[in-house]
């Protein structure tokens, strides 16, 4: 299947840094990402939309300008946690539809997340 | 807003037998639910994708049920082994929209 590559896998940072998470389709051309946050025992939440070559569209409650997402191109997309605080630890965790299985079915390819600790 | 019910957060069941996970949704019918698998600190891996017309779908151990009128899923893994031991997520969305996840339901298979 579709392989979806995300890094780094753990990220520890000091508060007020900023953080960049990396989201890459290796085998497909995604033509939308998804953005998601997970916290322990929980589900994952939408944080935002992106499509290729636009500006992302983020779920109700999110800060855009906190969580900066870039779909510069078909294979890669950039979460940039800005400014972070303990309060944005969390596991991020990108995905993407794309490609002929994608699209056809609404089938999400997930990367393997990443750790983010903010002390 | 949609709400995604899965019974319960932990499910314990001895190897061999069925594991039956329930999601059930509320507010509007989606026309697909997916099922996804995942592994502690790992992303969620996609088993099986059911749509809004059909009722029931297999794939090799695994079957998924869609009663579009009770609003209900159910994921059966037969045979179950300690490998299927996960959090498995359900999944509801809207022709190419984006997904709404339930809360996972963790199984524990035990020798």
């Known amino acids: 299947g579709a392989v979806v590559s995300q890094h780094p896998s753990r990220v520890i940072c000091k508060s007020g840094t900023s953080v960049k998470i990396e989201c890459r389709s290796l085998d497909f051309q995604a033509t939308t990402m998804f953005w998601y946050r997970q916290f322990p025992k929980q589900s994952l939440m939408l944080m935002a939309t992106s499509n290729e070559g636009s500006k992302a569209t983020y779920e109700q409650g999110v800060e855009k300008d906190k969580f900066l997402i870039n779909h510069a191109s078909l294979t890669l997309s950039t979460l940039t946690v800005t400014s972070a605080h303990p309060e944005d630890s969390s596991f991020y965790i990108c995905?993407?539809?794309?490609?002929?299985?994608?699209?056809?079915?609404?089938?999400?390819?997930f990367g393997e997340g990443s750790r983010l600790t903010v002390l | 807003s949609q709400k995604i019910e899965q019974n319960s957060e932990a499910l314990n069941i001895q190897e061999g037998k069925t594991a039956t996970l329930t999601c059930n949704y509320t507010?509007?019918?989606?026309?697909?639910l997916q099922w996804y698998r995942q592994d502690p600190g790992r992303g969620p891996v996609f088993l099986l994708l059911i749509r809004e017309n059909e009722k029931e779908k297999r794939k090799e151990r695994l079957k998924v049920t869609f009663d579009t009128t009770l609003k209900q899923s159910l994921f059966h893994i037969t045979a179950s082994q300690p490998a299927d031991s996960a959090t498995y997520l359900c999944?509801?969305?809207?022709?190419?929209?984006?997904?709404?996840f339930g809360r996972g339901t963790q199984l524990t298979v035990w020798p």
């Open positions: 507010n509007y019918s989606p026309a697909y």
């Open positions: 995905s993407a539809r794309g490609g002929l299985a994608g699209e056809n079915t609404g089938e999400l390819f």
């Open positions: 999944a509801l969305g809207r022709a190419l929209g984006r997904l709404y």
